[in-house]
């Protein structure tokens, strides 16, 4: 599925390919939630990052976040690169080199109507801000850390790979 997306000032315009479009993986983390997390966590979809298409790289800035390794106590950059709009902020994609082949643009910065997923998965509940009241419907998962199911996973168990 293509899905074309923007931020807030339509400075950065984007495209790209998507198999898993389904928007059902909501991240409470604390870097989701402070970056992108209005509601207290953030969404994150998965696409094909050879397809991704920009308009507007000058307005583009990345955030890497400064994370504490707990056995040594050192400091170090994320490989997680946060691609958002440095004019009005807005949350664009997230893209690792761990995962060269995929990006994740949030859910937030899509224009293209998304299909309604049949279930969520509610991640980093563990991080989850305690004023956060998370609304789990009967068929959803909920996971104090991340899920063993991966965004493809998800989306193959449920049949929803052709949209």
């Known amino acids: 599925m293509k899905l074309e997306g923007s931020c807030h000032c339509q400075a950065v315009r984007f495209s790209l390919e998507s198999a898993h479009p389904y928007p059902f993986n909501l991240c409470y983390c604390s870097i989701c939630r402070k970056t992108a997390g209005g509601g207290g966590f953030a969404i ?3 696409g094909d990052c050879q397809s991704l298409k920009i308009e507007g790289k000058e307005n583009i800035a990345v955030y890497r976040v400064k994370m504490r390794d707990q056995a040594t106590g050192e400091e170090r950059l994320s490989g997680a690169h946060r691609n958002f709009c440095k004019l009005c902020a807005s949350a664009l994609w997230v893209w690792a080199p761990r995962w060269p ?13 998304l299909p309604a997923p049949p279930e969520r998965t509610h991640l980093m509940l563990g991080s989850k801000a305690a004023w956060v009241q998370p609304t789990c419907g009967p068929r959803d998962q909920c996971c104090d850390a991340y899920p063993k199911e991966s965004i493809a996973g998800w989306h193959q168990r449920l049949g929803l790979e052709s949209v």
Do not use: G, Q, R, Y
Not at 101 to 113: E, G, K, Q
């Open 101 to 113: 082949d995929l990006v994740h643009p949030f859910a937030s910065a899509i224009d293209t109507d």
């Open 44 to 46: 994150n979809l998965s």
